[in-house]
């Protein structure tokens, strides 16, 4: 008999061993966890689940995140201390940071005073209401310091929803793609859910990571269903981030 239910499956059942490469569980310096404490039940979490390798990426953003490599690398210190404290060992953290194409980027990086990720990356974003008048420019010289720029959330920007060219003009500059698992589900609206299928379908995408703020969107990621189809879809982007990723 016909069904117009399809089945669903759990997305976190496909996760074990995944490298995250995007999240904000360092303790106290931006609008992830505020403490030692929350970094802690975020990274328990993720243990029920088998990701257990995470490169922390703090914002770096003028006049709200002003962090610095230091910055970041105390609360990187402090976090690991918690981790030792708590017999947690197993779990493996790295610090880079998800920098804002603003202003007061390409100093940042001219004094090389940015955070890549495993050397060789750097996670950049935008504003999501409209795009970093410098964007190619930055762009272009970070490719010129033999970085490879990779746009986290490019599904998260409304300025470029429905605008799949702009995506792939991304590519042709040079940029890599970042999905957000949760954008997949909905989480953030319809519309993002959209243009995050779209650039799946289009195979556009490079990497995928969690983006975790908070236990509620842990929660949220846990629970979240998927067909099998889109899963499929997604596996060999999950596998591509692990592989590259894995230290």
Do not use: W
Not at 14 to 38: C, M, Q, R, S, Y
Not at 142 to 169: D, Q, T, V
Not at 213 to 227: I, T, V, Y
Request: proline content about 4%; charged content about 25%; hydrophobic content about 40%.
């Amino acid at each position: 008999m016909f069904s117009f239910f399809t089945k669903k499956h759990f997305l976190i059942d496909h996760l074990d061993g995944f490298v995250d490469i995007h999240n904000h569980i360092l303790p106290g310096i931006d609008d992830g966890a505020k403490t030692v404490e929350d970094s802690l039940a975020l990274i328990t979490g993720f243990k029920e689940f088998g990701v257990k390798d995470f490169i922390c990426t703090p914002h770096i953003m003028e006049n709200y995140y002003p962090n610095t490599p230091d910055t970041i690398n105390n609360s990187l210190a402090l976090l690991r201390n918690g981790l030792k404290m708590n017999d947690l060992n197993h779990v493996c953290l790295e610090a880079a940071a998800e920098h804002m194409i603003d202003a007061g980027f390409e100093g940042k990086l001219e004094e090389n005073r940015i955070m890549p990720l495993a050397e060789s990356y750097v996670l950049i974003e935008m504003s999501y209401l409209q795009p970093s008048l410098n964007l190619f420019d930055m762009v272009e010289k970070i490719s010129e310091k033999s970085l490879y720029p990779i746009l986290a959330h490019p599904e998260r920007y409304n300025f470029l929803h429905g605008k799949l060219k702009s995506f792939e003009e991304f590519k042709k500059k040079g940029m890599l793609l970042q999905l957000n698992i949760l954008s997949v589900s909905g989480y953030y609206g319809t519309e993002v859910q959209k243009t995050a299928m779209s650039l799946l379908n289009n195979n556009l995408l490079d990497f995928i990571a969690t983006d975790i703020h908070n236990r509620k969107q842990l929660n949220a990621l846990k629970e979240m269903e998927l067909k099998q189809s889109v899963i499929d879809s997604l596996l060999p982007i999950i596998e591509r981030t692990t592989y590259n990723f894995r230290r």
